[in-house]
Protein backbone atom coordinates (compact mmCIF):
# COMPACT_ATOMS: atom_id res chain seq x y z
CA UNK A 1 0.00 0.00 0.00
CA UNK A 2 0.71 3.64 -0.68
CA UNK A 3 3.21 3.00 -3.84
CA UNK A 4 0.40 3.88 -6.20
CA UNK A 5 3.50 5.37 -8.83
CA UNK A 6 4.55 1.71 -8.72
CA UNK A 7 1.50 0.33 -9.34
CA UNK A 8 1.37 -0.46 -13.82
CA UNK A 9 -2.35 -0.01 -13.96
CA UNK A 10 -2.13 3.59 -12.21
CA UNK A 11 0.68 4.25 -14.94
CA UNK A 12 -1.26 3.09 -18.16
CA UNK A 13 -4.33 4.97 -17.02
CA UNK A 14 -2.77 8.46 -16.18
CA UNK A 15 -1.40 8.06 -19.60
CA UNK A 16 -4.49 7.22 -20.96
CA UNK A 17 -5.86 10.33 -19.01
CA UNK A 18 -3.11 12.68 -20.29
CA UNK A 19 -3.96 11.40 -23.97
CA UNK A 20 -7.74 12.33 -23.73
CA UNK A 21 -7.19 15.38 -22.46
CA UNK A 22 -4.59 16.13 -25.83
CA UNK A 23 -7.58 14.62 -27.72
CA UNK A 24 -10.06 16.77 -26.29
CA UNK A 25 -8.31 20.10 -27.20
CA UNK A 26 -8.78 19.47 -30.55
CA UNK A 27 -11.82 19.75 -33.81
CA UNK A 28 -14.96 20.07 -32.80
CA UNK A 29 -14.63 18.17 -29.36
CA UNK A 30 -13.13 20.89 -27.66
CA UNK A 31 -16.12 23.05 -28.70
CA UNK A 32 -18.52 20.44 -26.79
CA UNK A 33 -17.69 21.78 -22.94
CA UNK A 34 -20.08 19.50 -21.00
CA UNK A 35 -18.78 16.11 -23.24
CA UNK A 36 -15.12 17.41 -23.49
CA UNK A 37 -15.40 17.96 -19.36
CA UNK A 38 -17.74 14.84 -18.75
CA UNK A 39 -15.07 12.27 -20.98
CA UNK A 40 -12.15 14.50 -18.97
CA UNK A 41 -13.87 13.76 -15.36
CA UNK A 42 -13.91 9.84 -15.98
CA UNK A 43 -10.76 9.90 -17.46
CA UNK A 44 -9.06 11.52 -14.39
CA UNK A 45 -11.23 9.59 -12.20
CA UNK A 46 -9.78 6.43 -13.28
CA UNK A 47 -6.34 7.11 -12.19
CA UNK A 48 -6.81 9.21 -9.13
CA UNK A 49 -8.81 6.53 -7.62
CA UNK A 50 -6.60 4.19 -8.14
CA UNK A 51 -3.78 6.07 -6.00
CA UNK A 52 -6.63 7.04 -3.43
CA UNK A 53 -7.33 3.73 -3.08
CA UNK A 54 -3.77 2.30 -2.85
CA UNK A 55 -3.07 4.97 -0.23
CA UNK A 56 -5.73 4.12 2.15
CA UNK A 57 -5.33 1.90 5.35
CA UNK A 58 -7.60 -1.34 4.54
CA UNK A 59 -7.86 -3.12 1.39
CA UNK A 60 -11.58 -2.98 1.99
CA UNK A 61 -11.30 1.30 1.42
CA UNK A 62 -8.82 0.19 -1.20
CA UNK A 63 -10.98 -2.49 -3.26
CA UNK A 64 -14.03 0.03 -3.17
CA UNK A 65 -11.86 2.67 -5.00
CA UNK A 66 -10.43 0.14 -7.56
CA UNK A 67 -14.15 -0.63 -8.26
CA UNK A 68 -14.68 3.04 -8.35
CA UNK A 69 -11.98 3.31 -10.84
CA UNK A 70 -13.38 0.27 -12.83
CA UNK A 71 -16.82 1.64 -13.26
CA UNK A 72 -14.89 4.81 -14.64
CA UNK A 73 -13.60 2.86 -17.19
CA UNK A 74 -16.62 1.62 -18.50
CA UNK A 75 -17.99 5.62 -18.60
CA UNK A 76 -15.28 6.35 -20.87
CA UNK A 77 -15.58 3.69 -23.21
CA UNK A 78 -18.93 4.50 -23.67
CA UNK A 79 -17.94 8.47 -24.14
CA UNK A 80 -15.51 7.24 -26.71
CA UNK A 81 -17.72 5.23 -28.40
CA UNK A 82 -20.53 8.39 -29.08
CA UNK A 83 -17.67 10.30 -29.39
CA UNK A 84 -17.13 8.27 -32.48
CA UNK A 85 -20.80 8.03 -33.65
CA UNK A 86 -21.14 11.96 -33.46
CA UNK A 87 -17.77 12.61 -35.66
CA UNK A 88 -15.49 13.72 -33.23
CA UNK A 89 -13.15 10.92 -33.66
CA UNK A 90 -12.42 8.38 -36.42
CA UNK A 91 -12.61 4.84 -35.95
CA UNK A 92 -9.36 3.74 -35.10
CA UNK A 93 -8.47 5.93 -32.55
CA UNK A 94 -11.28 5.30 -30.94
CA UNK A 95 -11.12 1.58 -31.18
CA UNK A 96 -7.74 2.07 -29.88
CA UNK A 97 -8.44 3.99 -27.14
CA UNK A 98 -11.39 1.70 -26.31
CA UNK A 99 -9.19 -1.70 -26.50
CA UNK A 100 -6.66 0.35 -24.04
CA UNK A 101 -9.92 1.28 -21.24
CA UNK A 102 -11.09 -2.53 -21.42
CA UNK A 103 -7.31 -3.56 -20.87
CA UNK A 104 -7.19 -0.78 -18.08
CA UNK A 105 -10.45 -2.98 -16.45
CA UNK A 106 -9.29 -6.58 -16.67
CA UNK A 107 -5.79 -4.99 -14.48
CA UNK A 108 -8.08 -3.67 -11.98
CA UNK A 109 -9.73 -6.71 -11.96
CA UNK A 110 -6.88 -8.74 -11.16
CA UNK A 111 -5.75 -6.06 -8.73
CA UNK A 112 -8.83 -6.24 -6.96
CA UNK A 113 -8.57 -9.82 -6.44
CA UNK A 114 -5.15 -9.49 -5.32
CA UNK A 115 -6.07 -7.32 -2.98
CA UNK A 116 -8.88 -9.60 -1.79
CA UNK A 117 -6.86 -12.31 -0.81
CA UNK A 118 -4.34 -10.67 1.14
CA UNK A 119 -5.23 -10.66 5.14
Sequence with gaps: MGNFRNLRVWEKSKNLAVEIYKLTNIGSFSKDYRFRDQIRAAAISVPSNISEGDELDTNKQAIKHFYISKGSTAEVITQLIIAHEV???DEIPS????????????MLGKLIEARRARP
Design 87 to 89: GYM
Design 95 to 106: NKLISEYEHISH
